[in-house]
């Protein structure tokens, strides 16, 4: 596993065995970056992210190599959570980015609370976790955390379908890729 662009490109990234840790391959997430940035190499400069089931930091580090100002790391396994630091210190990288131990929902709260807004939030859990999805976008839907343009993106295994609408947030893509997919949902405004 590596960063696949910018400025930590080709730097390793490690691990960890079992736990429920399954890190998105360089190859899928080679495609959703390529898709984010649509050819422009400074769209991700400057946006906040918000990695949840954050695993081994794999989509945050690449987004913060390839120019994200803020990125929080939210991941409830210490394990986890301690791999997320030890990544970050291996590639040097000391600023720009908090790792929060807690559950999502709770650290979704806690960063709504803070008057964050996110850019971009990605989502991945464990695959067998699928009532995570649910409950996870259904909050994001009505969610101060979002900015008002922000992207929501789901990684889940191909044959599971997450669904097309929590509300205001509308699915707009869906990649394949291998047995996984990618969702992208964006807020859709409501005519009234």
Known sequence: MRVIAGQYRSRPLRSLRGLDIRPTTDRLRETLFDVLCAGN??????????????????????????????????????????AIRQNLRSLRIEEGYEVIPQATLQALRQLADRGVAANYV?????????????ETLDYLASSSVLAASAL??????????????????????????GDAALSFYRRIEEKG
């Open 152 to 177: 929501v993106i789901a990684e889940h295994e191909k044959r599971f379908d997450p669904a097309e609408s929590f509300g205001p947030l509308q699915r707009y893509r869906k990649l394949e890729q």
């Open 122 to 134: 990605f989502l991945d859990p464990p695959y067998r976790m699928q009532p995570a999805y649910r």
């Open 41 to 82: 190499p400074a769209a991700l400069e400057g946006t906040l992210w918000v990695d949840l089931f954050a695993g081994t930091g794999a989509v945050g580090i690449e987004a913060l190599s390839r120019g994200a100002k803020m990125v929080y790391f939210v991941e409830s396994m210490s394990k986890a959570a301690e």
